[in-house]
């Protein structure tokens, strides 16, 4: 739904204009919706919206949202990543611009390497997300719904079913994720090597743009998926055996 926008101009000079004409800025990867700066050793992410959008309306909770589930994370040290606020308090900037709007946030510039994906490495991950997937089903399953985002259909089944048994032939070990019902939801993180970061202690989670209610096994697909584009056939039977045995 986010996408890129394309005056990088317009936004160099809002957030000068935010954090001083003197500050230092330079432009971070770009993601698929995303722009990412760093501003004086702070990061500041950009996201675009059209009013075409099916969520523009909800754009803002959506965002929100994420903003809380992301800190919550963080203050229960289960990630490092967390997002700060603005001088004036606020999480999220907003700016309307010509067919859409502009959302700024800003968050602590982490330190490390991307994840390759090592036995050890996986296991690490499992953990984590074992972690996760367990807290938010514990705590966090009172977050207001975004209905047209929430009841999107999933990757890898129909969300109307509770279990799929056809998984069973996709995913080895699957049982994980059985007798998982539509009202046993989890919060779904974007899971693929360009958004894990090996820091000095964990792996951190980058992104949660995708950060919505959603089954277990949509994360662990994503994650595979992810596998499957870095490595080889063999190998990757061997990280799915690791990945399984935590």
Not at 32 to 42: H, K, R, T
Not at 108 to 114: A, K, Q, S, V
Not at 147 to 162: E, K
Request: aromatic share 16%; proline share 3%.
């Amino acid at each position: 739904f986010f996408q890129q926008f394309a005056d990088e101009n317009f936004i160099l000079n809002n957030l000068h204009k935010w954090n001083g004409h003197d500050c230092q800025i330079s432009q971070l990867s770009k993601g698929s919706e995303n722009l990412n700066y760093l501003i004086d050793a702070v990061g500041g992410c950009v996201l675009y919206l059209a009013k075409s959008s099916p969520i523009f309306s909800q754009a803002f909770a959506y965002l929100e949202r994420e903003v809380y589930f992301v800190n919550t994370l963080y203050e229960n040290k289960l990630n490092p990543l967390r997002y700060l606020s603005f001088p004036d308090g606020k999480f999220i900037h907003r700016l309307d611009v010509k067919d859409g709007s502009l959302f700024f946030l800003k968050y602590p510039y982490l330190r490390g390497e991307r994840m390759t994906f090592s036995s050890y490495n996986l296991t690490k991950l499992a953990r984590k997300l074992a972690n996760i997937h367990n807290f938010s089903q514990r705590y966090l399953m009172t977050f207001e719904r975004v209905p047209f985002y929430d009841d999107l259909i999933s990757s890898l089944h129909f969300r109307a079913f509770s279990y799929n048994p056809q998984l069973e032939r996709i995913i080895p070990a699957t049982g994980i994720v059985e007798n998982i019902s539509r009202e046993h939801r989890n919060f779904e993180v974007n899971l693929h090597n360009e958004n894990l970061l090996l820091c000095t202690k964990e792996v951190a989670i980058l992104d949660f743009g995708d950060c919505r209610y959603s089954l277990p096994e949509e994360d662990i697909g994503t994650l595979f998926w992810g596998i499957l584009q870095k490595v080889e056939g063999a190998k990757y039977e061997e990280m799915l055996d690791h990945f399984f045995k935590y």
